[in-house]
Structures are given as C-alpha cells and as structure tokens.
C-alpha cells in the first residue's frame, strides 16, 4: 500500500521564496504542495478550508509574525506541524518560536537535501531543529547561566550518560537500544528518566543541555 504524499502549505510575503520552493519541492514524490499563500491571515483561512499536515512559514511577515501564525494555528488546529524557514537565527527569537509550539526550525541557507529530510521528519511525528540553531542556543545557555557543571549530571548512571550522548547525536529510540544491547522500551525508559531528572521539556531540551556540558 502506497502512502499518501504528506501536504504542505507555504507561506512567505515573498512570490519569488514561494515558487523556488514549490519548484524544489515538487520535485520528491513523497510531498504534495496544496498551497501556496502570502500572509498568516491567508494560512489560517486557507487552513480551514483544506487538509494539511505541514504549514513551512517564514518569521518575519508585515501584518502577522511567523510566531503570531504558528500560536494561533496550533490553537485552531492541534495536530498541525509547523516548521519554520527563515534567515533568522537569534537565539531570542528562536526561543519564542519555541514557545509557540513549532515543531521545527531551519534557516534558509539549508540545502535541500537538510530541508527534506527536516520536512520527512515533522511527516513521521518528530520535530527538527537544525544543527546550527541547537548549537546556537546552546551558547546562548552557556553565556546566560555560566559554565559549571549542575550536580544533576553527577547524578545519572553511565548508562544514562551513555543514553544522552547518543540522543544528542540524533540517535533515535530504536537505534539506541540496538546500539546498546537493550531493548526498546528499556531505552524509552532511560530517555524519560533523563527528562525528569535534568529538568528540560523533551528531546530538543535533552540535546541543549547535553551540548552546554559538552556531553556530545
């Protein structure tokens, strides 16, 4: 059974930045652009009107902010994934996309072999955060809380050491337990104890603080 392409809506207060992208994405079966729009208003009513699984939206638009479309999306339609594309690479403004519940963040300098596979990852359930915006918020943690070491990571087990420096190198679940000689829901296990224990909000939370204590 073939499955079905996964839909996108773009949207960007630039014709040119629309059409490249229809272009660049049309060319992978597996996607299939359902529209293309030039402001967060358009989205939202395009939205109620169609099916979408993928809203890719810039930051900065003029009447609504990519992070003003992506709060009051998520509000109207839950089980949405949103990514963000855009030039913008502020740690602050990141931080707030965040906040408003994108799914995933990537900077328009990415090539297209990076914004397919971030836009395939969103399509199987998980979020994407490029490797340039981690590590860019991660200095941004290192300048605001200093460089020592909490005694939260004196208090994981190696195994659990293990389990985060595997998920800070993008490993999934499964792959971790195959890596590791252990089973899948021994792996999903660790990973929530790492999650309660360091006090972050999931994997994306995980991989800044494994990347400030330079566990990676």
Known sequence: MTSQPIRLLLVDDHKIVLESLSLLLSTDSGFEIVGMVSSGKQALQFLKENEVDILITD????????????????KEFPSLKILILTMV????????AIAAGTTGYILKNADRAELCFAIST????????????????????????????????????????????????????SEIATKLFISLPTAESHRRDLIQKLGVKGTVGLVLYAVKHHIV
């Open 89 to 96: 690479d502020d740690p602050v403004q990141i931080r707030e």
């Open 59 to 74: 930051l900065k638009m003029p009447g609504m902010t990519g992070i003003e479309l992506c709060l009051k999306a998520r």
């Open 122 to 173: 969103l399509g199987s359930g998980k979020k994407f955060f490029s490797e340039h915006v981690v590590f860019g918020l991660a200095d941004t943690l290192k300048q605001d809380r200093g460089s020592e070491i909490p005694d939260k990571i004196s208090k994981l087990t190696t195994r659990e050491l293990e389990v985060l420096h595997l998920i800070a190198r993008e490993f999934s679940t």
